[in-house]
Nanobody
Framework: QVQLVESGGGSVQAGGSLRLSCTVF????????MAWFRQPPGKGRESVAA????????YYPNSVKDRFTISRDSAENTVYLQMNSLKPEDTGIYYC????????????????????WGRGTQVTVSS
């Protein structure tokens, strides 16, 4: 059974940094896609970043490009999201998601593609 366990959320002031972690249990093969999504208060879920597991590509929307960095530690089966220069609009519940079927590709931003989800971790950025 695949399980995703997130950690690293918290509260920071605008301009600060946080690093989120997501460890995958029960799956170690390559050729998969791992992503982070977030859900701001009162809004729908939106993509934040994605990374190929077994490839080299990373993906970001314009809203976080140059501020957020997604990376992975193959030995630990863990994906990280380093968030710098945080803004109040980055506030939300952050979820990691996993699609074991293929690399991320052109639809990396679509939450419907992801089979497995973590429980979420709260990120709050105050002005």
């Amino acid at each position: 059974q695949v399980q995703l366990v997130e950690s690293g959320g918290g509260s920071v002031q605008a301009g600060g940094s946080l690093r989120l972690s997501c460890t995958v249990f029960g799956y170690t093969k390559s050729g998969a896609c791992m992503a982070w999504f977030r859900q701001p208060p009162g809004k729908g879920r939106e993509s934040v970043a994605a990374i190929d597991i077994g490839g080299r590509s990373t993906y970001y929307p314009n809203s976080v490009k140059d501020r957020f960095t997604i990376s992975r530690d193959s030995a630990e089966n863990t994906v990280y999201l380093q968030m710098n220069s945080l803004k109040p609009e980055d506030t939300g519940i952050y979820y990691c998601a996993f699609d074991p079927r293929a690399l991320c590709g052109g639809t990396w931003y679509a939450s419907v593609n992801f089979f497995y989800w973590g429980r979420g971790t709260q990120v709050t950025v105050s002005s």
